[in-house]
């Protein structure tokens, strides 16, 4: 069986897609073949006669092998808002993006899928990230937005992946705040506080370093 990853993040803006795109450099310094998956985009703009969303394209541009925009990001939505907002005419759908992510495990060793928003973010009306997560039954990488508030954040976030039922591989710390205070000390504090490895700090930068970050990953 091909292995995969479920991206998760402790809020939007937490830098799911930085570590993702890290991810998949870090697994093909390995030598596996990788593709990533963003299911589920708002804020998406034109390009082509479609709707795309930057985010799924840097995925799509980090992937070992070509992958169809459109098997990444099978729902792109215009309006920056919540996908069960801006897809009110056209709603998510587990069993498409399921579709998809089997036919994606068909072309790499390794599939990630980044969520979108948090862990209980709604997809559509009556399901959200969570649920979505549990569709695919991959084990869980949650990326924690390192900056004030993070460690109620990781503790929640850890918390919901555990209820849900699945397996929490691990953490990412994405040190989105240039100025936070005693930052090594907060991650310290999530580290003790979440039964799950820490695997790996991303300083802060203003332009991301992919390869660079990959360098900082360890036992994935």
């Given at each position: 069986m091909n292995k995969g990853y479920f991206?998760?993040?402790?809020?939007?803006?937490?830098g799911k897609?930085?570590?993702?795109?890290?991810?998949?450099?870090?697994?093909?310094q390995q030598g596996k073949t990788v593709v990533g998956m963003k299911p589920v985009a708002a804020g998406c703009v034109m390009r082509q006669g479609q709707l795309q969303n930057d985010d799924a394209l840097l995925i799509q541009q980090a992937a070992s092998v070509p992958v169809d925009y459109r098997?990444?990001?099978?729902?792109?939505?215009?309006?920056?808002?919540?996908?069960?907002?801006?897809?009110?005419?056209?709603?998510?759908?587990?069993?498409?993006?399921?579709?998809g992510f089997t036919r994606l495990q068909a072309l790499a060793d390794i599939v990630l899928v980044e969520g979108a928003g948090g862990w209980y973010a709604p997809v559509n009306q009556q399901e959200d990230i969570s649920d979505l997560a549990k569709t695919l039954a991959l084990p869980v990488i949650i990326v924690v937005a390192i900056r004030l508030g993070c460690i109620n954040h990781a503790k929640l976030t850890y918390q919901a992946v555990r209820h849900s039922g699945l397996n929490c591989a691990?953490?990412?710390?994405?040190?989105?705040?240039?100025?936070?205070?005693?930052?090594?000390?907060?991650?310290?504090?999530?580290k003790t506080a979440l039964?799950?490895?820490l695997l790996g700090v991303l300083p802060y930068l203003e332009c991301?370093?992919?390869?660079?970050?990959a360098e900082q990953l360890d036992g994935v």
């Open positions: 991206i998760t993040g402790t809020d939007t803006g937490a897609t930085w570590a993702t795109i890290a991810l998949m450099h870090y697994f093909r098997l990444i990001n099978p729902y792109a939505y215009e309006l920056p808002v919540s996908p069960h907002l801006a897809g009110r005419h056209n709603p998510v759908k587990l069993d498409t993006v399921l579709a691990g953490w990412i710390a994405m040190c989105t705040d240039a100025g936070m205070l005693m930052r090594e000390e907060n991650i310290q504090t999530i039964d799950t490895p991301a370093d992919f390869r660079f970050f």
